[in-house]
């Protein structure tokens, strides 16, 4: 085991500084050359597709002890990673195709597609420039265009789907603080507060329940004396109040 292991680290991450040897002199990405990426590149997809399934389950599980402390093993894990996701959708290998290397920046990018009988696959590497440190190493599966746009507008129905329940759920809390009052004093058991109302206005005397002639007397003078007539020119029937 411990040979085997040392055997797939020495393929994946020593390879390069063998065929960086015994390649031209010129050099297009700082010490690489598209020749010595690409044979790298061609490298690690053998030593990948030659491991069983078992074994990558053996190999990920070494290099997950070691991953949060060595890049290497990081590295390592996460192709081993990748590949286990991918080797029971692809297929049989067919073969390599196009090999190309991007530049964006200070990042360098060397991709192999990789032929299988029931989807194509890509190899990827990913250094840092200009020192070209491998700092990912993925493969992953090619998806036509309708595949794409098909998941593309699932992730959006289910985008769309979990802003409208969010958004019920607001609504429903809003509705709630409307509730919640009735049902505290429901439960602390408090009377509901009387409506208070206005009196009626009463004859003044229905009020007393009984004649003031005195104070008839009096507004009767008051009027007369202010209309300048006599009291004996009209008669003061009902005295009503206003509150």
């Given at each position: 085991m411990k040979k085997k292991i040392l055997f797939l680290a020495c393929c994946l991450f020593?390879?390069?500084?063998?065929t960086a040897c015994g390649k031209s002199a010129d050099v297009s990405y700082g010490k690489y050359s598209k020749d010595d990426m690409e044979q790298m590149t061609t490298n690690t997809a053998n030593s990948v597709l030659a491991l069983t399934q078992q074994e990558v389950i053996e190999y990920m599980a070494y290099y997950e002890q070691y991953a949060n402390e060595d890049e290497e093993a990081a590295l390592n894990y996460q192709l081993l990673s990748d590949w286990a996701e991918v080797m029971n959708v692809v297929g049989e290998f067919r073969g390599f195709s196009d090999f190309e290397v991007t530049k964006s920046g200070k990042t360098v990018t060397a991709t192999m597609g990789l032929e299988f009988s029931e989807r194509d696959a890509r190899l990827i590497y990913v250094f840092h420039y200009p020192n070209m440190e491998i700092t990912a190493i993925n493969i992953e599966p090619i998806y036509s265009l309708g595949e794409t746009m098909q998941k593309a507008a699932l992730n959006t129905v289910?985008?769309?789907?979990?802003?409208?329940?969010i958004l019920v759920l607001i609504s429903l809390v809003i509705?709630?603080?409307?509730?919640?009052?009735?049902?505290e004093k429901k439960f602390k058991g408090e009377p509901e507060k009387p409506v208070e109302t206005m009196p009626a206005p009463t004859d003044f005397d229905d009020a007393d329940g009984t004649d003031d002639l005195e104070l008839v007397a009096v507004i009767a003078a008051a009027i007369a004396s202010e209309t300048g007539t006599s009291t004996d020119s009209f008669v003061v029937r009902s005295i009503r109040r206003r509150f």
């Amino acid at each position: 085991m411990k040979k085997k292991i040392l055997f797939l680290a020495c393929c994946l991450f020593t390879m390069f500084l063998l065929t960086a040897c015994g390649k031209s002199a010129d050099v297009s990405y700082g010490k690489y050359s598209k020749d010595d990426m690409e044979q790298m590149t061609t490298n690690t997809a053998n030593s990948v597709l030659a491991l069983t399934q078992q074994e990558v389950i053996e190999y990920m599980a070494y290099y997950e002890q070691y991953a949060n402390e060595d890049e290497e093993a990081a590295l390592n894990y996460q192709l081993l990673s990748d590949w286990a996701e991918v080797m029971n959708v692809v297929g049989e290998f067919r073969g390599f195709s196009d090999f190309e290397v991007t530049k964006s920046g200070k990042t360098v990018t060397a991709t192999m597609g990789l032929e299988f009988s029931e989807r194509d696959a890509r190899l990827i590497y990913v250094f840092h420039y200009p020192n070209m440190e491998i700092t990912a190493i993925n493969i992953e599966p090619i998806y036509s265009l309708g595949e794409t746009m098909q998941k593309a507008a699932l992730n959006t129905v289910m985008g769309i789907g979990t802003v409208f329940v969010i958004l019920v759920l607001i609504s429903l809390v809003i509705y709630a603080f409307r509730i919640i009052p009735y049902f505290e004093k429901k439960f602390k058991g408090e009377p509901e507060k009387p409506v208070e109302t206005m009196p009626a206005p009463t004859d003044f005397d229905d009020a007393d329940g009984t004649d003031d002639l005195e104070l008839v007397a009096v507004i009767a003078a008051a009027i007369a004396s202010e209309t300048g007539t006599s009291t004996d020119s009209f008669v003061v029937r009902s005295i009503r109040r206003r509150f």
